[in-house]
């Protein structure tokens, strides 16, 4: 039933060959995170551009996966083209599933395809094949071609890039089985680097599910606990958008590049609106009973004798910041014609529109002018924004294929740095004070997943800087073994320690059940180790002076306690990565 080792294919681009190893470390580094942080460490090279042919490309799945419910999640691992160091990027679909059902925890691509191509992995075959006709193309035509070439034998999930990867934007996504996304930091560059258009897995293994009747007592019990929280209904009845209204009213929704953080006209952006107005049937990763995936729709005409197609457009709660409340776009449908002109040409949609929201204040203050943005950029201007995007994604002119590299590569050419919301990356959407400014500064991947800081703010007003950083390690401490598993963080208060040692245990993954807490602080060492070898250095992250603008429900952002916070996490950070395994 259960493998002390990893199963992991290599697959070399350059040569077309591939082979299957075993690796240890099972009971050291669990799987996901922990196991993309190991592989990378072996096969990576911290001191080679994140384009080299020799840098891995890696997927990975943890030992529950498949197994329990919102195990869902596969981490991509590889050196980024958005600030050329180690990260992660987490996506879930079908992806997690069809990788074990071709009987690997582990996927490393290396080397460079001499024309675009695609991969297809099923279990104990692969496949490279000549996709140079699908140069340009948009990432559905993509995968709908894909669908046609490889059928739907088997749990099959397609990964896919646009526009914006092929050319090795650094705000380029991986695109999942449509609706999910390895969106953060650059993956989909990567796959660009590599003439890598698409993955595909074909999961067509059968596994026999452990005997007795202790794994599926236990396996009803976490479902029950999943599907019967308060929670659990607010991620599939509303879905993550209903956080809009909320952040709206508490002062901590980003508005129009983060100008403004509260707006009554937010209220057209709502996640009840998106639901009431436009909702047209929820979707779920595969293994996952909520379904938090939330599709609308949009219709437009394509003749003048009133004909119209229907477009179909997944929204979450940062989609719609990104390119709705940013960019002062403040109709529902608006959102989703620009969202799903993001998805087109593959771009992370938090980057795009954050990218945007800067450009168009930039255009007000006169650093750049239409000659660079093509089209009149104004806060609110759906129709201009989706043309935008289109020239985003294609690279359309030098100052597009600028901006595409992200805010910090624009900024430092054009100047504007002090009104760039970047925290890292491009920032999430919650404006809720220090904490979360500085965790997604200087956290692992630049995102809000790395811990709570967000809610930390609105839990406290004290201004300990000790506390503050003791939770923000400690809470991505405890992320880092739920992504090592790799569950969807939504589960996060279901699969404590002690359930996720049981899920372990009916498995038959005793002594890894027996470790959690030194598991999870080895895997979070190395993860720094590897970061700050491959170049980090949280002095040189700042945060610019617009985030020292805003004001929340709790008053304006105290810098001195900001600054502080800064300082005593990246050396509690550095001190970690010192004590990294060799």
Known sequence: MIRTHFRILTIDLSSGTGEYESVEGREAVAGGSGLAALLFSLYGYNHKPWDDPDQPLIFAI?????????????????????????????GGGRSALALRFTDLDGLIIKGRANRLSCLSISSGNYEIKDA???????????GRMLRHMFGSTGHRSILR????????????CINVDTYRHFGR????????????KAIIFIGDKVFNLPEGDAYGKLYQEVYRKLTATEIMHKYHDIGTPINVASLNEMRALPIRNLVQTTDPEMAGIAGERFASDTLLRNHACSGCPVGCIHVGYVRERFTEENRYYYL????????????GSMLGVTDCFAVLGIIDAVEKVGLDV????VCLAWATEATQRGLISEKETLVPLRFGDASGYRQAVHHLGTGANDFYCLLAQGLHATTTHYGGSDFACVLGQEMAGYATGEAFFVSQALGFRHSHLDSAGYSFDQKTTEKDVNKTVDFLLKDEKERVLLTSMVSCLFARNVYTDEVVSDCLKSLGYNNLAAKLKSVASYIQRLRWGLRFASGFNPEQVTIPKRFGEVTTVKGPIDMSYLDALKKEYGKRIQAMASEAPP
């Open 161 to 172: 890039i646009g526009p914006a990867g092929e050319r090795g934007a650094p705000t380029a």
């Open 62 to 90: 943890g030992p529950l996966t498949a197994y329990f419910p919102l195990m869902s999640k596969t981490v991509c691992a590889f050196k980024s083209p958005y600030h050329n160091q180690y990260a992660e990027s987490h």
């Open 350 to 353: 938090m980057s795009a529109g």
């Open 132 to 142: 140079h006709f699908m140069r340009g193309m948009d990432v559905f035509r993509t």
């Open 312 to 323: 179909q457009v997944s929204y979450d709660h940062e989609p719609v910041f990104a390119v």
């Open 185 to 196: 930091l650059g993956g989909g560059g990567v796959m660009g680097s590599k003439n890598l």
